[in-house]
């Protein structure tokens, strides 16, 4: 059974950063991908990173490009979402996803496991 656990989320300023972690038990794909996405109240769940768990390979979304940087640690089963320069439009449910091939241009109804998610706030 797979599990993926979200932590790190919270309350910044614009400008400022935070990392978020998921921890995902029972995952073993090593052909498949980790992904972050998030949901702001009122829009669609969004694609922001994905990492193919083989080649470490990663996607992002425009919106993210350039401030957030996703990575995994296989050791320990993890994979990060380190976002910097993070402005209000940012503030949503960041979840934690996976499935078990690639990361199928971020679409959220093609990912089989998910998280409870952790909230973002960034504030003006």
């Known amino acids: 059974q797979v599990q993926l656990v979200e932590s790190g989320g919270g309350s910044v300023q614009t400008g400022g950063s935070l990392r978020l972690s998921c921890a995902a038990s029972g995952y073993t794909y090593s052909s498949g991908c980790m992904a972050w996405f998030r949901q702001a109240p009122g829009k669609e769940r969004e694609g922001v990173a994905g990492?193919?768990?083989?080649?470490?390979?990663?996607v992002y979304a425009d919106s993210v490009r350039g401030r957030f940087t996703i990575s995994r640690d296989n050791a320990k089963n993890t994979v990060y979402l380190q976002m910097n320069s993070l402005k209000p439009e940012d503030t949503a449910m960041y979840y934690c996803a996976a499935r078990e091939s690639g990361c199928r241009a971020l679409r959220a109804e093609a990912y089989t496991y998910w998280g409870q998610g952790t909230q973002v706030t960034v504030s003006s």
């Open positions: 990492i193919y768990t083989g080649s470490g390979n990663s």
